[in-house]
């Protein structure tokens, strides 16, 4: 959470002090996540995508089966304009980039959206990795780094280079960004919840789709998967 790598607005991209920022920051979480996960390393390939995006790959003992991708993004909203009001104005309570742990949470910009996203899938993997795991299915992990403003030089060019090296309807399953776990937000229920998506408008290879031109103006461009439901695809490939 301590490298910032928030993603910029289409017209700061321009701006070549401001990407320069980001190629420092990006490049840290990068370096970061390299030497926090060595068995990831050993185990995995890592393949960088238009600078900032990465894929990891993670080969099977039966690579004549279609592999599986699970999907993290690691930018985040920037909050510029929080942190430079004075004190009292802003709404964060906390210096977003600190990583500050209180009253048993983490706090932070990317907690929820999606730093743990991309360390909790890493962990698995170290932890698999760490007892010489393989798995049957070759596995992709792919990073993107702008999600939140629509993924076009990100998610856009992971897509375009599974299309290029693994060819069109390359994946049996694909996971991307979940739900949380949301606490006192119905008045009735005590216990929180977690909540299990199970099906997102999304631009899923697993599903046949390929990724549409983004309508001018959208951030979140996508379309819902076609042919199979998104419930009966998970299912399945929980039970294979
Ligand atoms: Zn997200």
Same mark, same amino acid.
């Given at each position: ?14 701006? /070549? ?20 996960? %060595?068995?990831?390393?050993? /185990? ?11 894929? =990891? ?16 993004? @690691? ?7 929080? +942190? ?13 980039? /600190? ?5 048993? =949470? ?5 907690? +929820? ?21 393989? %798995?049957?299915?070759? +596995?992709?992990? /792919? ?5 939140? $403003? ?11 280079? !599974?299309?290029?090296?693994?060819? %069109?309807?390359?994946?049996? !399953? ?7 776990? $949301? ?11 977690? @909540? ?12 046949? @789709?390929? +990724? ?8 979140? =461009? ?7 439901? @998104? ?10």
């Amino acid at each position: 959470m301590t490298f910032p790598a928030a993603s910029r607005a289409p017209q700061d991209a321009k701006n /070549a002090q401001l990407r320069l920022e980001a190629a420092k920051e990006f490049g840290a979480l990068h370096g970061f996540l390299d030497s926090t996960f %060595p068995h990831v390393g050993r /185990a995995m390939t890592k393949t960088m995508v238009n600078k900032h995006s990465a894929i =990891y790959h993670w080969k099977g003992t039966d690579s004549t089966q279609r592999p599986y991708l699970v999907y993290a993004h @690691c930018d985040v909203v920037p909050v510029d304009d929080q +942190i430079n009001r004075p004190p009292g104005e802003t709404q964060w309570s906390v210096d977003p980039f /600190a990583g500050v742990i209180k009253d048993g =949470y983490v706090w932070g910009r990317g907690a +929820i959206d999606l730093k743990h996203m991309v360390v909790g899938w890493l962990e698995v993997f170290e932890d698999l990795a760490s007892t010489g795991f393989q %798995p049957k299915r070759d +596995i992709y992990f /792919a990073v993107g780094h702008d999600e939140e $403003i629509g993924g076009a030089n990100g998610a856009k060019e992971v897509a375009a280079w !599974f299309a290029e090296h693994l060819g %069109p309807d390359c994946f049996a !399953f694909m996971w991307d960004e979940g739900m949380f776990v $949301i606490d006192e937000l119905i008045g009735f229920v005590r216990e929180p919840i977690a @909540c299990v998506a199970v099906a997102e408008k999304v631009s899923s290879l697993a599903e046949n @789709c390929t +990724i549409p031109v983004r309508p001018a103006g959208a951030l979140h =461009y996508s379309r819902a998967p076609r042919r199979r439901a @998104c419930v009966r695809a998970r299912v399945r490939a929980c039970v294979s």
